[in-house]
């Protein structure tokens, strides 16, 4: 076996073999993955979607062959954007992004699960595209994050950060970006400062030196991001005299990236 699929809602990729140590991004259920090496129960991984790197416990995972990880990606045509379906076992949690397989009117997982959908929507890639840029990119990310807390490495409505807000909600565009801030202030077209429209990429850095924050810019001049200040995702003014105006000293550059608009 030389691939693997996620087989829990979310599974932690850590930056070493320990639950010890940082958690540097996700791997979501249905997320496939090149496996790399092993030590013990642990297997380090690069996640298909973005090429990223780490540790997970096999215990989040299901072996399977790189034939049968292609496979599963061109069956797995679902996309969540937060669901619940009832199986034989109960019912299970299906977070933002997590991928399945439709098939006559049920929802098949990696594990071989099936059910039908009790709550929310699993979408056809395509109709997710379609129905995720019938409005702007930040409306989106408010709608389907609004209230998910801050984490560290997250990517799903179960604890998310800056970049995995930005990243989750352009894939759902159909739009790949880079999983870390650094690299998706490197993608699009820079804009003024003062030619940033509600869409755009806002890049800030803490040390003055590698960008360390992104927000989408929105109306009225107010952000919507993922912050540990203010504990999750949430729309805020960043005029003069509001709590985010200090993320003003620390602005490093805009970005447009294509896809932000609404469409049709």
Not at 38 to 59: F, K, L, M, P, S
Not at 207 to 219: D, K, L, Q, S
Not at 231 to 251: D, H, T
Request: aromatic share 8%; with cysteine.
């Amino acid at each position: 076996m030389n691939a693997v699929i996620g087989q829990a809602a979310v599974a932690p990729v850590f930056r070493e073999a320990s639950l010890r140590t940082e958690q540097v991004t996700q791997l979501v259920l249905g997320e496939t993955a090149e496996l790399l090496e092993t030590t013990g129960t642990w297997y380090r991984i690069r996640t298909a979607v973005d090429h990223y790197e780490g540790w997970v416990h096999r215990g989040y995972l299901r072996d399977v062959t790189a034939e049968d990880a292609v496979r599963w990606r061109e069956e797995a045509t679902g996309w969540s954007t937060g669901a619940e379906i009832e199986t034989a076992a109960g019912h299970r949690r299906i977070p933002v992004r997590a991928r399945a397989v439709l098939e006559h009117g049920r929802i098949r997982l990696p594990d071989g699960t099936s059910g039908a959908l009790a709550q929310g929507h699993i979408l056809p890639a395509e109709e997710l595209r379609r129905a995720a840029r019938a409005v702007p990119a930040e409306r989106w990310a408010l709608e389907t994050f609004s209230g998910a807390p801050y984490q560290w490495g997250g990517l799903t409505e179960f604890g998310v950060d800056c970049s995995g807000l930005v990243q989750t909600t352009f894939a759902a565009r159909g739009v790949p970006l880079p999983r870390d801030s650094s690299a998706q202030a490197l993608v699009g077209t820079e804009v003024a400062l003062d030619a940033v429209v509600p869409g755009d990429l806002l890049f800030f850095s803490e040390n003055g030196r590698t960008v360390t924050h992104v927000a989408f810019a929105a109306e009225g001049d107010t952000l919507i991001h993922s912050t540990v200040s203010c504990g999750g995702v949430l729309q805020e003014s960043w005029a003069p005299g509001q709590r985010a105006a200090q993320l003003r000293e620390l602005f490093v550059t805009a970005r447009r990236v294509p896809g932000a608009a609404a469409s049709g």
